[in-house]
């Protein structure tokens, strides 16, 4: 009699609290452990698996992430992106998609030598979302995850530390010349904020004055400074460095030639 409790509660769930159930199960984690690859509480994950709460668009999409096929394109589908969005990015994900299985890409190389293997690919949202550079201003965003993706873009998974935490967005302003252009995208990793550990990498911060701003952290004693690439503009000095808020380190950047 209990189990046929049971069965008819799993049944009467949204089948999308079904679907974080099982792959919770499937990767072996407690709801602790699934809460901390996907920065939430046991009790969001509680609350998934109950129906009591769905998930955001970009918790979607790390829950997809860490799924493997074909159930990251039922979960990347629940975030508003369609399988033809990835497709549009890197046709090969066609043959990823009818395999059912993760598809070895072979990367050309220049000249002679060996081409290397690409094993696996991830799907990173690009969001509607611009950081500034020096002297201009930013999208005042302050919540990746409530951001809907506006595209998706295909890489390799050893470009992306933590997947289910990196996203895409893209610069204003041509302060980090010669490395970053306008117009260029940024993946940021989102998981990586600890001010000790990004000294000298390239970020992404937030201010309510400046919004997002993309640029280089650098220490000088106690004073820390967000120097631009290009010497045309000046460094700024985070006066009171409890105002800004580190929301990513940027992993690698693309974009047009001119």
Request: aromatic residues 8%.
């Amino acid at each position: 009699m209990r189990r046929s409790v049971e069965n008819v509660r799993e049944s009467s769930k949204p089948e999308w609290a079904r679907v974080v159930g099982k792959l919770r199960e499937a990767l072996r984690l407690s709801q602790t452990g699934f809460g901390e690859r996907l920065r939430c509480s046991a009790m969001s994950v509680s609350r998934w698996e109950r129906g009591v709460l769905e998930p955001s668009p970009g918790q979607y999409l790390h829950l997809g992430n860490l799924a493997p096929d074909p159930l990251c394109w039922y979960l990347w589908g629940r975030a508003g992106l369609r399988s033809s969005d990835v497709m549009r990015v890197l046709p090969a994900f066609r043959r990823r998609l009818r395999a059912n299985r993760l598809t070895p890409l072979a990367m050309v190389n220049a000249g002679s030598g060996p081409k290397k293997q690409i094993d696996k690919l991830i799907a990173i949202p690009l969001l509607k979302v611009v950081a500034g550079s020096h002297g201009y201003k930013g999208d005042d965003v302050v919540d990746f995850e409530q951001q809907v993706p506006d595209s998706m873009i295909a890489a390799p998974k050893e470009w992306c530390p933590n997947p289910e935490h990196t996203l895409c967005l893209q610069v204003r302003g041509d302060s980090m010349v010669p490395l970053l252009h306008d117009g260029y995208i940024v993946a940021v990793d989102a998981s990586q904020t600890e001010r000790e550990g990004l000294y000298g990498k390239i970020v992404i911060m937030w201010h309510k004055k400046n919004g997002l701003t993309v640029s280089r952290l650098v220490r000088y004693d106690h004073t820390e400074v967000l120097v631009p690439e290009n010497r045309e503009y000046q460094a700024l000095t985070l006066q009171g460095h409890h105002d800004w808020r580190i929301m990513g380190k940027v992993l690698w950047w693309v974009g047009k030639a001119p």
